[in-house]
Every structure is written in structure tokens, then in C-alpha cells.
Antibody, heavy 119, light 106 residues
Framework: QLQLQESGPGLVKPSETLSLTCTVS??????????WGWIRQPPGKGLEWIGS???????YYNPSLKSRVTISVDTSKNQFSLKLSSVTAADTAVYYC???????????WGQGTLVTVSS | IQLTQSPSFLSASVGDRVTITCRAS??????LAWYQQKPGKAPKLLIY???TLQSGVPSRFSGSGSGTEFTLTISSLQPEDFATYYC?????????FGQGTKLEIK
């Protein structure tokens, strides 16, 4: 059974960089059938797609965040990561990682991790 | 591409048939998915390609539509169906979500 698990600091100071890692178990991140994505959800609000990455390293970012986002993949560790720079309180959210099937949609999700931006 | 769901809130009873609509600002063929999210949990994929039921999802859920208008129908509401539902388009980047429809118990 495929599992995804987010990890990283739960508290980040304003203007600093948020860094999260998603560890994939029960399957290979190097499969050609899938992308791997990050999605966030501010408290009490809806879902926002942040970006996606293919195992080869090809990336796709939300234009609204593109100048601050970097997504990378480490196939040797079966992990992919998110960095969001110059954070503000508006970046406080639950951050999810997910598998994106090229044929279906986001079919497996991590449990999510709350990141709070505060001094 | 903007997705607009209607209604944003829906109150219904167990056994009711309910329909949620998702309208896209431009054509997205059938590249639409529906998710269910319960409080404190990650979204769960219900339907992809507009009308294909994800494995393990009860058959009371169904989806239809193509182009710019899509619907999610629950044929007979069960207590565990009260949740928030989101549509998502995967036709082009950025793959946007609708604003959500909260389904509450009447």
C-alpha cells in the first residue's frame, strides 16, 4: 500500500524559508506513470495547488507562487521536497503531498502537516 | 482556469439525492476530478476523468459532464457522506480546485 508522509518544521518565522519533505513508501517515486505534487489549505479555507514534479526533475508551479517555490526530487531516498521562501502569515496552512496519476488525478495523499508562520 | 462550484453550502437529509455542479471558465474536456474531505483529514479521490469511479468508492457516487459543466451526484446520502467536496481540473497547469461545497446534515 502506497503511503506518503510529510515532514518538516511546524513553525517558521516570517521572511524565512519553509522546507518540507514528502517520503514515499510502498512504491517507487521513479515510476513514469506519476507526478508528485504539493497542495496547501489555509485554516478554514479551500485547497490550493502549489506545484508538481516528475521523477526526471521536470517541474510545474502555480504562477501565484512561482517566484518563491522550489520543488525537488531525490529518487535515491524516494522523497520529494518543497521550499517556499519569504513566507508571511498568509502562508500558514496545512501542507499536503500527493501522487498525481497521469491517467486519473491525485489518488494518494499524505496526512498533511500544519505549518504556522509566526515570530 | 477558474472552477466555480454551486452551491457552496448544501443542507440535506440521509437518503436524499444531491447534486453538486462545477463550472469551468474554459473547456477542459473530461479532465475533472472530485474529492471528498472530512474535517482534519486529507482529501479523498472519488471520481476522475469526470465520470470514472475511483476503486473502492461506493456506487452511490457518480459524475458526469464534459467541456465546461460537470456534476457530482450522490444518489442516496449516507451519514458518512457529510463532508466538503471539491472539484479539480487537470487539463492544464495550474491544476486548479473549485472553492468547495460543504454538505451538512439537515
Amino acid at each position: 500500500q502506497l503511503q506518503l508522509q510529510e515532514s518538516g518544521p511546524g513553525l517558521v518565522k516570517p521572511s524565512e524559508t519553509l522546507s518540507l519533505t514528502c517520503t514515499v513508501s510502498g512504491g517507487s517515486i521513479s515510476s513514469s506513470s506519476y507526478y508528485w505534487g504539493w497542495i496547501r489549505q489555509p485554516p478554514g479555507k479551500g485547497l490550493e495547488w502549489i506545484g508538481s514534479i516528475y521523477y526526471s526533475g521536470s517541474t510545474y508551479y502555480n504562477p501565484s507562487l512561482k517566484s518563491r517555490v522550489t520543488i525537488s526530487v531525490d529518487t535515491s531516498k524516494n522523497q520529494f521536497s518543497l521550499k517556499l521562501s519569504s513566507v508571511t502569515a498568509a502562508d500558514t496552512a496545512v501542507y499536503y503531498c500527493a501522487r498525481v496519476s497521469v491517467d486519473t488525478a491525485m489518488d494518494y495523499w499524505g496526512q498533511g502537516t500544519l505549518v504556522t508562520v509566526s515570530s | 482556469i477558474q472552477l466555480t462550484q454551486s452551491p457552496s453550502f448544501l443542507s440535506a437529509s440521509v437518503g436524499d439525492r444531491v447534486t453538486i455542479t462545477c463550472r469551468a471558465s474554459q473547456g477542459i474536456s473530461s479532465y475533472l476530478a472530485w474529492y471528498q474531505q472530512k474535517p482534519g483529514k486529507a482529501p479523498k479521490l472519488l471520481i476522475y476523468a469526470a465520470s470514472t469511479l475511483q476503486s473502492g468508492v461506493p456506487s452511490r457516487f457518480s459524475g458526469s459532464g464534459s467541456g465546461t459543466e460537470f456534476t457530482l451526484t450522490i444518489s442516496s446520502l449516507q451519514p458518512e457522506d457529510f463532508a466538503t467536496y471539491y472539484c479539480q481540473q487537470l487539463n492544464s497547469y495550474p491544476c486548479s480546485f473549485g472553492q468547495g461545497t460543504k454538505l451538512e446534515i439537515k
